[in-house]
C-alpha cells in the first residue's frame, strides 16, 4: 500500500519559536496533501488542502499567516507553525492523494507540544 | 452539506463478542466514496476500506465486514470475533468522488469517531 511519511514525529519547543513539519509520499506521487489537526479525543479536523505548485486552500477559521503550507514537489509538503504557542499544541496529520485515486493516505501524525 | 454522523461515542465489548460500529451520512452528491479508517493509540491512521456510491455490495475481510445501505444513508463496519488489539477509534469518512474536469480535491469529512475498548 501507499506508504506516507511525517517527520518530526515529535517536538517540543518553546512559546514564539516557528516549527516545521514535513510530509512525504513514498512511493507515489502526491499531486493533492491534506493538513489536519486533532485535539485529544476529537476527530481530525482538516486545515488546508495543497496542491503541488499552487498555493494552499485554507479551511474557515484556519490562519493561513499561521499555519504556512507549502507543496513544492509531487512528494513532499510543509506545514510550519509560526511563532508558536501553547494553544498550538496539537496532533498533526498530514495525508496525499495521488492524482489516480480517490484514497488518503496518512502520515503517523506530530505531536506538537509548545511550551 | 456533507455530513458524517457516528452515534456512537465509545463501546466496550468483551474479547470473541460481535461488534457493529454505526455510521450514517448526508450528501447531495451522485457519487461520491465513503471510507472506514482505524486510529490506535499509536495515532496512526490505518485506511480499512473505500466504497463507491455505486457499489452497494456488502464487503467482508477476514474478521470485518461492511453493510452499506444507500437507502438508509448507512454505512456500517462489523468486527466478528473482536480481539484486544481491535481496541481503537474509528472513524467513517466521506468524499465527493473525483469527476472528470472536476477541480474537486476529495477533501474528506470525518465523523466523530467511535472508541472500541476490547477487554480480555
Known amino acids: 500500500g501507499a506508504v506516507v511519511s511525517q517527520h518530526p514525529s515529535r517536538v517540543i519547543c518553546k512559546s514564539g519559536t516557528s516549527v516545521k513539519i514535513e510530509c512525504r509520499s513514498l512511493d507515489f506521487q502526491a499531486t493533492t496533501m491534506f493538513w489536519y489537526r486533532q485535539f485529544p479525543k476529537q476527530s481530525l479536523m482538516l486545515m488546508a488542502t495543497?496542491?503541488?505548485?499552487?498555493?494552499?486552500?485554507?479551511e474557515q477559521g484556519v490562519e493561513k499567516d499561521k499555519f504556512l503550507i507549502n507543496h513544492a514537489s509531487l512528494t513532499l509538503s510543509t506545514l510550519t507553525v509560526t511563532s508558536a504557542h501553547p494553544e498550538d499544541s496539537s496532533f498533526y496529520i498530514c495525508?496525499?492523494?495521488?492524482?489516480?485515486?480517490?484514497?488518503?493516505?496518512f502520515g503517523p501524525g506530530t505531536r506538537l507540544t509548545v511550551l | 452539506a456533507q455530513k458524517v454522523t457516528q452515534a456512537q461515542t465509545e463501546i466496550s465489548v468483551v474479547e470473541k463478542e460481535d461488534v457493529t460500529l454505526d455510521c450514517v451520512y448526508e450528501?447531495?452528491?451522485?457519487?461520491?466514496?465513503l471510507f472506514w479508517y482505524k486510529q490506535p493509540p499509536s495515532g496512526e491512521l490505518v485506511f480499512l476500506i473505500r466504497?463507491?456510491?455505486?457499489?452497494?455490495q456488502n464487503e467482508i475481510s477476514g474478521r470485518y465486514s461492511w453493510n452499506f445501505q444507500k437507502s438508509t444513508s448507512s454505512f456500517n463496519f462489523t468486527i466478528t470475533a473482536s480481539q484486544v488489539v481491535d481496541s481503537a477509534v474509528y472513524f467513517c469518512a466521506l468524499s465527493e468522488a473525483k469527476k472528470l474536469g472536476s477541480s474537486n480535491t476529495g477533501k474528506l469529512i470525518f465523523g466523530q469517531g467511535t472508541t472500541l475498548q476490547v477487554k480480555p
Open positions: 495543497s496542491n503541488e505548485g499552487s498555493k494552499a486552500t485554507y
Open positions: 495525508s496525499a492523494r495521488s492524482w489516480r485515486a480517490d484514497t488518503q493516505y
Open positions: 466504497r463507491n456510491s455505486f457499489d452497494e
Open positions: 450528501t447531495r452528491d451522485t457519487t461520491y466514496y
